[in-house]
């Protein structure tokens, strides 16, 4: 299926380009991503060329390359097999595990469309997802079933494949599944629900291992792709207070993957041993565009070993599984790099041989960047995107030693462009927003022209909605938001939704959210709530948000008022709560 939602990009114009002469040597000005003509051309050549090479490790397991090729040909064959037609969507809601990767490639491989879905959401959130992006089938690990359970009957999902933690390990005696299991505690529900079909409403429910056998007794029928084929549907939020879709085809991703190759490979190039595997660390989760790109793409393009990490906020369970490895590549937020350097155990790890520390998702502070260096002897570099650009947009040359506090220079083949309210374009040193064009910029929002139209210029810039300056050598420095987003360890939170999902409590009469600084998590979204039921209290709205809301969305803090403060046409004035609040 292919989206026709945005103009196609023009090439680069050839208006002025300062970051050009700040680029690193060795980093080429643009890529060309028409070497593949989609992204199931780049996994096949990946599980060629690396097929001897392991892909992964997860909990003691290893994967190699033709693992995955074969278990990802078998997995699409069975999901071709059920009668899903090319384009259809298939959901992933699983934390990072080996079978995430096998997911990935059988659906792209058999002609899908993916759809990541945070394991993490409540039964509303995850039913808005699945109806939105008309979901055929869904790859789910099974101690999420119950949500999927109470609202599985309203969507389109036909076909439920269930995977647990013993996919994939069952030749390994149980003491390592227990291990495994054990690990997940603090992040899923002890308990287990099976989702069972009913007699006559044409669902299909099976075990992962067992779509697995009857896919190889088939055939996986090759589809016929091409770079404007829809590959991902990756949710963001919106300010009308729903998620939506941002469309990445199968020519934004590869276009991606190349542009941060491009930016990675003269660094790595500097490490002593060429004709070794780079290990890097998957900790950020498969589901968000970060690691879907940085993590799983980017290590299939250069066939490196990523260490698979379920649940990352499990610190000691972190360090053993990276204990024993020398690490090349580490990709992570703020809030990871800050837990992971206070963390005595941390500090014995090999980072001999790691060259690139990414930062991304979210706002590096100075001090975490600091105290990592002091730790790794390796410095953060920070970089930014968003869904809609596949992520990467700019990114920081990797041999800076220091903080900078910038975002970066623009990766090859993409242009930044500061411009005002009108769209044009401003000068060196001026505030704007912070507007993109390249390659990896979506096609648009799936099914939301009028979305679409908001976020994208006629001449293919997207705007951000963040406000930045440029600086006369190329340099992008992020200074205000645009939009009233508010960011959570690198997960957008946007208060609309906050807004609708609280107001439907029949104690509120109005209320707003706004984002205050964190220092664990950058921000923390803090509620204002005017009262229509007086014996409303903090733990009432507290615990009705939990049912609601996953937690990273929830608010962090309840602030009971008289009124809010208003617009003369009667609109809550949010900026006016964030600044009583610094």
């Known amino acids: ?182 690990h997940l505690k603090k992040m899923v529900p002890a308990f287990r629900l099976q989702l069972t079909s009913k007699e006559g409403d044409g669902r299909t429910v099976v075990r992962f291992n067992e779509a697995l056998r009857h896919g190889e007794r088939l055939h996986l029928k090759k589809p016929e792709l091409g770079p404007e084929d829809v590959a991902f549907l990756q949710y963001t939020g919106g300010t009308t207070g729903v998620s939506k879709g941002a469309t990445l085809l199968h020519r934004n991703v590869v276009a ?35 690691a879907l790109t940085a993590c799983f793409m980017l290590g299939a393009r250069m066939g490196h070993l990523n260490i698979l990490v379920p649940n990352p906020r499990d610190i000691p369970g972190f360090i053993d599984a990276l204990r024993g490895h020398k690490i090349h590549i580490f990709p992570a937020v703020n809030t990871l790099f800050n837990a992971l350097a206070a963390e005595p155990g941390f500090a014995r790890l090999d980072f001999s041989e790691l060259a690139i520390s990414n930062g991304g998702g979210m706002a590096v502070q100075q001090a975490t960047a600091e105290k990592w260096l002091k730790v790794t002897g390796c410095p953060v570099v920070e970089g930014y995107g968003l869904s809609e650009t596949a992520p990467a947009a700019t990114i920081n040359p990797l041999d800076q030693r220091g903080f900078n506090g910038s975002i970066g220079l623009p990766v090859p083949s993409t242009e930044i462009s500061i411009r005002d309210d009108e769209g044009r374009d401003l000068a060196i040193g001026e505030r704007g927003e912070i507007c993109i064009r390249g390659p990896q910029v979506m096609a648009g929002y799936w099914k939301r022209p009028d979305e679409t139209a908001n976020v994208m210029y006629a001449d293919g810039f997207f705007k951000s909605g963040d406000i930045g300056i440029m600086d006369e050598r190329g340099y992008v420095r992020i200074v205000d938001r645009k939009k009233d987003m508010i960011l959570v360890s690198g997960f957008n939170v946007y208060p609309t939704e906050i807004e609708q999902v609280v107001n439907m409590h029949p104690g509120v009469l109005e209320c707003a959210a706004v984002g205050v600084p964190d220092a664990k998590s950058g921000e923390a979204v803090k509620l204002f709530v005017v009262k229509s039921d007086p014996a409303l209290a903090e733990e009432d709205l507290s615990a009705y948000c939990a049912q609601q809301l996953t937690a990273y969305k929830r608010p962090r803090f309840i602030e009971f008022r008289d009124e809010l403060p208003k617009s003369n046409v009667g609109k809550i004035l949010r900026r006016e709560l964030r600044t009583a609040t610094a």
């Open 256 to 290: 991606n993957i190349l542009q941060v190759e491009a930016w990675f490979q003269p660094m790595l190039a500097k490490l002593p041993d060429q004709t070794m595997q780079f290990t890097n660390v998957c900790a950020l989760p498969l589901y968000h565009i970060f």
């Open 1 to 182: 299926m292919t989206a026709v939602v945005a103009e196609a990009v023009p090439e680069l114009t050839s208006r002025a380009k300062p970051w050009l002469a700040s680029y690193p040597a060795g980093v080429p000005a643009q890529i060309d991503a028409g070497v593949y003509s989609s992204l199931v051309d780049l996994l096949n050549e990946a599980f060629r060329k690396h097929a001897q090479r392991d892909a992964a490790i997860c909990l003691g397991q290893r994967m190699r390359f033709d693992e995955i090729d074969q278990l990802s040909m078998q997995l699409g064959a069975w999901l071709q097999a059920q009668g899903l037609k090319q384009g259809d969507r298939v959901a992933i809601m699983m934390p990072n595990l080996l079978q995430y990767g096998v997911a990935i490639a059988a659906i792209l491989r058999a002609g899908f469309v993916v759809v990541n879905v945070n394991p993490l959401y409540t039964p509303r959130e995850l039913a808005h997802q699945l109806k939105d992006s008309g979901a055929r089938a869904i790859i789910v690990l099974e101690n999420f079933a119950h949500t999927l359970a109470e609202v599985i009957d309203a969507t389109d999902v036909r076909h439920v494949v269930l995977a647990s933690m013993g996919d994939l390990l069952n030749w390994w005696k149980g003491p390592l599944i227990n291990f495994a299991v054990r």
